[in-house]
């Protein structure tokens, strides 16, 4: 089993910073992409940024010059440094890890999408 944990997100002022942190956890053996999503009340869920195992990354077009995604792959931990932050930014953010999980004395590994239970961000104007 392979669980995703992100930190709390939180309420933050219009032009404000935050930083979010999700660690990946459980039965990993390699973690290729990792990434953030988000979802707005009423829209379909986004994605953010990605940041693949050789270090390219991928931004939406309304955050890039403004978030920063980063991991520390010895730690499982994708970061997101969220800049100027805007009302629109405002949304549920998930982690999502593209993970090698498996059994070692099997021999049976397997690749598979995981996410977190998702943390709430709010940008008041």
């Known amino acids: 089993q392979v669980q995703l944990v992100e930190s709390r997100g939180g309420l933050v002022q219009a032009g404000g910073s935050l930083r979010l942190s999700c660690v990946a956890s459980g039965s990993i053996f390699s973690i290729n992409d990792m990434g953030w999503y988000r979802q707005a009340p009423g829209k379909e869920r986004e994605m953010v940024a990605t940041i693949f195992s050789g270090g390219s990354v991928n931004y939406a077009d309304s955050v890039k010059g403004r978030f920063t995604i980063s991991r520390d792959s010895a730690k499982n931990t994708v970061y997101l440094q969220m800049d100027s932050l805007k009302p629109e930014d405002t949304g549920v953010y998930y982690c999502?890890?593209?993970?090698?999980?498996?059994?070692?004395?099997?021999?049976?590994?397997?690749?598979?999408?995981?996410w977190g239970q998702g943390t709430q961000v709010t940008v008041s104007s």
């Open positions: 999502k890890a593209n993970v090698k999980s498996g059994n070692a004395q099997s021999g049976s590994y397997y690749w598979g999408n995981y």
